[in-house]
């Protein structure tokens, strides 16, 4: 049992610094003896848990999918207009993104595959599918405002989301959610403060 107990810590330990170390320089860049100085390993220890980069990397991508349909499951079971669900959905994924390193690890190697082979990572399909879903389900009750042109809504939160989280490594993630829930209220129009214009980035990020 203590045997096993020190092997999971051992795991998350890795994981840990896995995840710090694909933020910091992708997939391509990151390097296992870094991560595993980071835990305090040696990389032969490192080996014995994660054979290769690609199975450490797939150790983040696959619990980021997971928590992201769980996400959307969550928003799909509140009583809540399509549209205040999306901007659940997108403040719930901006908050993980802001709070969680292995979520935000997660995002970035699944885009940065998704990227390599060409096409949208699964979370962004998945993404651009519930906004349709949500502009269909808000036309037949009658409450499309803000949700008129889905397809194009939904590429721009997607467009916002990255942009946000590409430009905002100099002041780093503290105050990522909160620059996207502000452009998320210049998104969907007819709110409280819609006439009221976009804050910037750097402001955002307490820059002067």
Same mark, same amino acid.
Request: charged share 20%.
């Given at each position: ?15 840990? =610094? ?14 296992? *003896? ?13 080996? =014995? ?11 983040? &991508? @696959?619990?980021f ?17 399509p ?5 659940? &959905?997108?403040? @719930?994924?901006?908050?993980?993104l802001?709070?969680?390193l ?9 885009s ?5 082979h ?5 979370? =962004? ?8 879903g949500? =502009? @269909?389900?808000?036309?037949? *009750? ?18 916002l ?29 007819g ?18």
């Amino acid at each position: 049992m203590v045997k096993q107990d020190r092997a999971r810590r051992t795991h998350e330990l890795l994981l840990d =610094a896995a995840a710090a170390e694909f933020v910091r320089h992708g997939y391509v860049g990151a390097n296992l *003896q870094r991560v595993a100085e980071e835990a305090n390993l040696t990389k032969g220890a490192l080996y =014995a848990h994660f054979a290769s980069k690609r199975l450490l990397a797939n150790a983040l &991508i @696959a619990p980021f999918e997971a928590t992201w349909r769980e996400l959307l499951a969550q928003a799909g079971r509140t009583d809540l207009s399509p549209a205040e669900r999306l901007r659940l &959905i997108t403040d @719930a994924l901006a908050g993980r993104l802001q709070a969680d390193l292995r979520f935000r690890a997660g995002f970035h190697l699944a885009s940065e595959d998704a990227r390599t082979h060409g096409r949208l990572p699964r979370f =962004a399909l998945d993404f651009s599918g519930c906004v349709l879903g949500l =502009a @269909a389900e808000a036309q037949r *009750q009658g409450r499309s405002a803000g949700l008129q042109d889905p397809e194009w809504l939904g590429q721009l939160l997607l467009v916002l989301m990255y942009g946000v989280y590409y430009t905002t490594p100099a002041c780093g993630t503290g105050r990522f959610g909160d620059a996207v829930c502000a452009l998320w209220q210049q998104v969907v129009r007819g709110g409280e403060g819609a006439e009221a214009a976009p804050p910037s980035l750097p402001a955002l990020c307490g820059q002067r």
